[in-house]
């Protein structure tokens, strides 16, 4: 099947940074791109949905100036958190999807923000 | 209420069990349904997919989809330990790759030896 990697897979930070996530497909060519946020023991929730060379979607309550999201190819989309907070500590998952109805999952990102 | 419901865990069965997962949903504008298996610290894989109501069988595998009482089941048969994971249902409006997924809270599922 199709393969989505996430950079870095594990990241910690002090408060008042930005972190920057790189979601990659790697064997195909994602028209569009979604990023989740995942608590604990909680489901995942969609943050935002992306578009090659289009601003991203974000979902009612998810502050657009603080996740900065960017699909600039076809293969590549980041997401920047920017000035960190405690309470962004997670677990970031962003999907891919082509041309068929399958999303296909990267194997996530967690944030700890100290 | 939320969308989807899905009932609580943990689940622990012994091995070779029979084992069933359910959700329940609200909007009924859903019409694709899906199962997800996430082991830790790794993002959710498809299981399963299906287009409104149903049942479609994989292997071990079973997924049923009642749309009039807006609710779904993933069934294992001959449970083994390597499905020990959390299980997770996800729903959309329309198909497409590029539909969005509404998520369950998934339940955690362990298999003893």
Redesign the interface.
Known sequence: GAV?S?HPSWVICKSGTSVKIECRSLDFQA??M?WYRQFP??????MA?SNEGSKATYEQGVEKDKFLINHASLTLSTLTVTSAHPEDSS?Y?C?A???????Y????T?LTVT | QKE?E?DPGPLSVPEGAIVSLNCTYSNSAFQYFMW?RQYS??????LM?TYSSGNKEDGRFTAQVDKSSKYISLFIRDSQPSDSATY?CAMSGR????S???????ITLSVRP
Do not use: C, D
């Not at chain 1, 999807?97 to 399958?102: F, T």
């Not at chain 1, 999952?105 to 996530?108: A, K, L, R, V």
């Open positions: 989505v996430q028209t569009t979604f023991k909680q489901s995942l929730m969609l949905t677990f998952i999907s999807s082509g041309i068929v109805y399958e999303q999952f990267g194997p996530g967690r | 989807v899905q997800y610290r790794k993002g959710p894989e498809l997919y997770l198909g497409g790759a590029n969005k997924l509404t998520f369950g809270k998934g």
